[in-house]
């Protein structure tokens, strides 16, 4: 099983169920996910 082929679903799954239970976390949510992605897409392969 690879890790970088599950990490953006599951990471777009838990920000979305953030976003619904507090709408204010929209902004960290996002920048958070966009970090992890861009970090998984330079280190990870």
């Given at each position: 099983m690879n890790l970088t082929t599950h990490i953006?679903?599951?990471?777009?799954?838990?920000?979305?169920?953030?976003?619904?239970?507090?709408?204010?976390?929209?902004?960290?949510?996002?920048?958070?996910y966009l970090i992890v992605i861009g970090a998984v897409g330079l280190f990870g392969r």
């Open positions: 953006g679903p599951v990471a777009a799954l838990v920000a979305g169920v953030l976003i619904l239970l507090m709408p204010r976390l929209l902004n960290f949510i996002v920048a958070i």
